[in-house]
């Protein structure tokens, strides 16, 4: 089993940005690709950006692209989602999951989850 714990949100501006991460357990973290996804207030969860075992390769939902970028950190056992840009819409809990059976942007696919980080942005 693996444990997954988000920090870095908070209250920011639109325009700004702020640096999430997601610190795993377990010595085996760095084989499992990973991602992040976000549930808006009343919303579904979607899929945010997915990260290989090595860094690469590298998805983004399309309103991701260009804005957030996913790295990760073996050594510290950590994936980072550097969200930049920020607008009203991204207000949302992020979460990160790890080792996707399926689609790596399918939510459903992933075994473990954390319990979220949550990200407001002011107009």
């Known amino acids: 089993q693996v444990q997954l714990v988000e920090s870095g949100g908070g209250l920011v501006q639109a325009g700004g940005s702020l640096r999430l991460s997601c610190a795993a357990s377990?010595?085996?973290?760095?084989?499992?690709?990973t991602g992040w996804f976000r549930q808006a207030p009343g919303k579904e969860h979607e899929f945010v950006a997915v990260?290989?075992?090595?860094?690469?390769?590298?998805y983004y939902a399309d309103f991701a692209k260009g804005r957030f970028t996913i790295s990760r950190d073996n050594a510290k056992n950590t994936v980072y989602l550097q969200v930049d840009s920020l607008k009203p819409e991204d207000t949302a809990v992020y979460y990160c999951?790890?080792?996707?059976?399926?689609?790596?942007?399918?939510?459903?696919?992933?075994?473990?989850w954390g319990q979220g980080t949550q990200v407001t942005v002011s107009s």
């Open positions: 990260i290989g075992q090595s860094g690469v390769p590298t």
């Open positions: 377990g010595r085996t973290f760095s084989i499992y690709p």
């Open positions: 999951a790890a080792d996707p059976d399926g689609s790596w942007r399918d939510r459903a696919a992933y075994d473990y």
